[in-house]
């Protein structure tokens, strides 16, 4: 039994870790040789994680019987291609490009009338114009393949287009830009496994962002305040958007706004929620393991999803002024509830304006009987941080 892992960057560690508790043998692939989950592997290959042809030898070579991402977007469509090679348990390529472009995605979407905010894709900034006058303003801008809030911009005025238009389209991979309707309210993400024709929701956590133009997720909390009513629309609107897309196999996160109480799709990704959401959030609030059921269901097993606790947990991004780090005062007191903390930046370090998730500064998880107090708790431990900057 032998298990290929495509990346071994931080968020990816887990499933090195717990393959390795579980006696499975681990491959690590990823392009940079200091990796940091190489460490746990078996034997690694210094490869890009989006070269199928270089992944598919290794496989070959290896003879491997599993294959996985735990949050890598970008390894999503090598390891459909490879499994769907190989004969493995996998997303089909359909799906996985899909979920790998946003202008995809939301035309699924749409010809399956899941709700979603009013959309036109193009690369052409004359067209650009056209759809933000048809959508009316406020619109939102961002790139059809991208991550962390890279290249998003809200547009309120005429004048700002051009500028949100180049900086959406400098992050796509294909030079096309999403104009869409901007949705007001609350946003929540959606963690589901999908196997044997089904969609189980494992939690639904509140997060928090910074507010426009750019959305940078700060927080993110377990589980949801939603009310019971809004919680069931939401299952709802992801598992017709799950249906809808094909990803019925593995691990979905679906970012979802609220307005006025409906729900509208902002996206999904076809693996596990990134930002320690699935590998940390998930298993404190409520003992289910997302990348022991992500293993399992490499290996072609049924997972065990039983929910053995009911408590709350929260991440809390922690920011810096943009500047040159001269200091960083304070430390993380170990309180019961503080369950990890880590600081990005050190002295000598730049940091730049808050413009994608790639800008923080570190984080803090903690738990709490509340989500309210996870929260605050987690807020208090990344307060007792400064990072001065000049
Ligand atoms: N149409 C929209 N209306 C309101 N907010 C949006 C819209 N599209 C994106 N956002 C906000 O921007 C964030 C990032 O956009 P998203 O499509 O999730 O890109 P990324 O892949 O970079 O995470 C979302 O989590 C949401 O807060
Ligand atoms: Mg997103």
């Not at 180049?166 to 959606?190: M, R, W």
Request: aromatic fraction near 6%.
């Amino acid at each position: 039994m032998s298990l290929l892992i495509l990346g071994a960057g931080p968020l990816q560690q887990q499933a090195y870790i717990r393959a390795k508790q579980r006696n499975i043998k681990t491959i690590g692939i990823d392009k940079d040789p200091h990796a940091i989950a190489f460490q746990h592997a078996h034997e690694n290959y210094v490869i890009d994680i989006c070269d199928t042809e270089g992944v598919l030898d290794v496989a070959r070579a290896r003879q491997v019987t599993a294959i996985l991402t735990l949050c890598t977007d970008l390894a999503v469509l090598t390891a459909a291609q490879v499994a769907k090679q190989l004969n493995l348990p996998g997303l089909t390529t359909d799906t996985a490009k899909k979920s790998r472009h946003k202008g995809l995605m939301r035309d699924a979407l749409n010809t399956a009338q899941v709700p979603i905010p009013n959309y036109r894709r193009t690369g052409d900034f004359a067209q650009a114009q056209k759809a933000a006058d048809a959508i009316g303003l406020p619109v939102i801008l961002k790139p059809t393949t991208s991550s962390g809030s890279r290249g998003v911009n809200v547009v309120c005025d005429m004048y700002e287009l051009e500028h949100a238009f180049v900086f959406a389209q400098k992050y796509s991979e294909d030079q096309e830009v999403l104009v869409e309707q901007l949705i007001h309210g609350p946003e929540v993400s959606v963690e589901t496994l999908s196997f044997n024709h089904d969609h189980h929701v494992i939690q639904i956590t509140d997060k928090t962002t910074s507010l426009e133009p750019h959305f940078v997720e700060l927080g993110h909390v377990q589980p949801t305040l939603l009310s019971t009513p809004e919680q069931s629309a939401v299952i709802t609107v992801t598992k017709n958007a799950l249906n809808a897309l094909g990803c019925t196999y593995g691990a979905s996160h679906t970012e979802i706004k609220l307005q006025e109480g409906t729900p509208y799709i902002m996206e999904v990704g076809a693996r596990l929620g990134g930002d320690y959401i699935t590998t940390d959030l998930v298993p404190l609030s409520t003992g289910v393991s997302m990348v022991d059921a992500v293993i399992d269901l490499a290996l072609g097993k049924t997972p065990q999803l039983q929910s053995t606790k009911n408590q709350a947990a929260a991440i809390c991004y922690i920011q810096a002024p943009p500047g040159t780090v001269q200091a960083v005062s304070g430390v993380f007191e170990n309180f019961p509830y503080l369950m990890r903390a880590e600081l990005f930046v050190q002295q000598g370090d730049s940091v730049r304006a808050l413009q994608s998730s790639h800008h923080r500064a570190g984080y803090v998880i903690c738990t709490g009987d509340t989500p309210s107090q996870a929260k605050r708790h987690a807020w208090q431990a990344a307060q007792s941080i400064t990072i001065h900057v000049n």
